[in-house]
């Protein structure tokens, strides 16, 4: 279905043609007809099906329609992170593009002064996170009873983040459901969030798609078995051997994001980690510079990458099983965002390879498990020591670098990454690729493997279990 179809102002039409989009997606094919009609939604869509769109045009198309003046915040949309307020914020301004709506980001972890500035001058869209809005509704600096279209998105990780008090408390600040236009986008639909629909809403359309396997059959699968010292030199191999102009690297664990974020600094690539406890600021930054391709890499957990929407990831690189079969997916379908191909890879160690047979139920099929010939790293980049917090001192990525694409490496650096051995299984060096000291705490697969096993003798038994046949 194309846009021009639907009943939509042709300013409106115009900007939607100035972003490219052309067809709509599934999510917009079901829902736009029902809510551009008034109707109440609940909507189970994940992120990068084009689900934003769906609530901005429709609260920007209603309010073209309505007879509403005067500026007052008519549009309001709950997000649970910083990240998606401003790029759902970007999103409502481009809409916005050829009318005099405004949109504004409200969000914590910066000073209230400016967007009280921007609050005063009157704006028709506040795109939030529930937090900073509840002291700003308390402090009567703003007024929600002008609210006609209440967007609540991505609920169930309102849920998973504990903001659900906060937003039954600003859908209480609103106009009755009655008088309101409610809109629900759910990753899943689950008992909590059909309550939640229950309490605030009108009767609502519901709309269930794009189920997660979709997302993962776009993405072409590719897994490695290797020791965890193996880990960082098949990493640095792959991102070698191919073109990769932007790639999220996912780690189980805040502290390996960081080391490996350093040791790939340290061997001439250009990255940049987020964790949870960066600062605000600098978060942004690292985003940003990710999006305009400042850096080609970023590293991150998987708390630490929610709410974080770039478009164009070629390469998604699960550096650690994940825990947790959803995030597999998740992660993956970030390459796959509206239509994108992409490419995973997924490395397998000792450590975490014992989910991985969940994931592969999760997802219901087998991933093809790969093989490449690569060499024992001579790391470059020296012992790692972590930092002492809060870790916001180093300058954001991307600096000293030039041209319109940076490459994976720094310019500067000249380091090559490997030394000249070639690879052989159950021949490495002692001691972890990301320098983790040798008594620290294992976990994971070791149920089977016996103590005094070589690593070779592990790593066919992982291979075996985990691997399937091929080798
Ligand atoms: P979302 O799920 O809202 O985060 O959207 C994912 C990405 O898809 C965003 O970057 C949108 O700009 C893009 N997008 C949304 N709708 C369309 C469309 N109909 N055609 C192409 N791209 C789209």
């Known amino acids: 279905m194309k846009f021009e179809s639907l009943n939509i102002d042709q300013k409106v039409q115009r900007a939607i043609q100035d972003m490219k989009y052309e067809h709509c997606t599934p999510v917009q094919e079901q829902a736009l007809p029902e809510s551009l009609e008034g109707r109440d939604i609940i909507a189970q869509s994940q992120t990068g099906t084009g689900k934003t769109a769906v609530f901005l045009i429709t609260a920007i198309q209603r309010m073209l329609e309505s007879d509403d003046k005067g500026r007052e915040i008519r549009a309001l949309i709950l997000v649970p992170t910083r990240e998606l307020a401003v790029q759902v914020d970007k999103q409502a301004k481009e809409l916005c593009k050829y009318i005099k709506y405004d949109s504004l980001p409200i969000y914590g972890g910066v ?46 990780r309102m849920f998973d983040m504990g903001f ?17 236009q409610t809109m629900i986008f759910s990753a899943t639909l689950d008992s909590r969030v059909r309550r939640l629909s229950e309490q605030f809403m009108r009767e609502s359309v519901v709309i269930e798609i794009e189920p997660d396997q979709i997302t993962v059959d776009k993405v072409e699968q590719h897994l490695f078995h290797v020791s965890k010292e193996e880990k960082l030199p098949l990493l640095l191999t792959l991102l070698s051997k191919e073109d990769m102009p932007k790639v999220i690297i996912f780690t189980n664990m805040k502290r390996t994001a960081e080391r490996l974020c350093f040791k790939l600094k340290g061997n001439g690539f250009n990255a940049e980690a987020i964790t949870g406890d960066i600062a605000q600021s600098k978060r942004l930054r690292i985003i940003e510079n990710l999006k305009s391709g400042k850096i080609p ?26 825990n947790a079969a959803a995030n597999y997916v998740h992660r993956i379908g ?4 509206a239509g994108a191909k992409g490419v995973a890879y997924t490395i397998a160690c000792e450590d975490f390879v014992e989910h991985l047979p969940e994931v592969e139920d999760y997802i219901e099929q087998k991933i093809k498990v790969d093989h490449i010939d690569f060499e024992l790293l001579k790391d470059k980049s020296g012992p790692y020591r972590p930092k002492p917090r809060p870790t916001d001192r180093s300058a954001g990525g991307g600096r000293g670098v030039s041209g319109s694409r940076p490459p994976l490496r720094r310019a500067s650096s000249g380091a090559k990454g490997h030394d000249s051995k070639p690879f052989r299984a159950g021949k490495t060096r002692a001691g972890s ?39």
Not at 120 to 128: L, P, Y
Not at 334 to 337: L, V
Not at 446 to 454: A, E, I, Q
């Open 111 to 156: 000073g209230y002064e400016e967007q009280e500035k921007k609050l005063s001058k009157g704006v028709e869209i506040v795109v939030a996170t529930p937090g900073r809005l509840i002291d700003f509704v308390k402090s009567k600096k703003v007024d929600l009873s002008g609210v006609k279209y209440f967007i609540v998105d991505e609920a169930d």
């Open 297 to 322: 890499i970023l590293v991150a957990t998987d708390v630490a990458a929610r709410g974080i929407h770039v478009d164009g990831i070629t390469h998604v690189f699960n550096y650690d099983v994940p």
């Open 164 to 180: 659900m008090p906060d937003v039954r408390f600003i859908l209480g600040k609103a106009p009755h459901k009655s008088k309101r």
């Open 334 to 337: 970030r390459t796959a965002r």
């Open 433 to 471: 690729a990301l320098g983790r000291p040798s008594g620290e705490k294992r976990t994971g697969a070791s149920g089977t493997v016996k103590k005094g096993m070589s690593q070779a003798e592990r790593m066919a038994h992982y291979k075996k279990k985990y691997g399937g046949k091929k080798f």
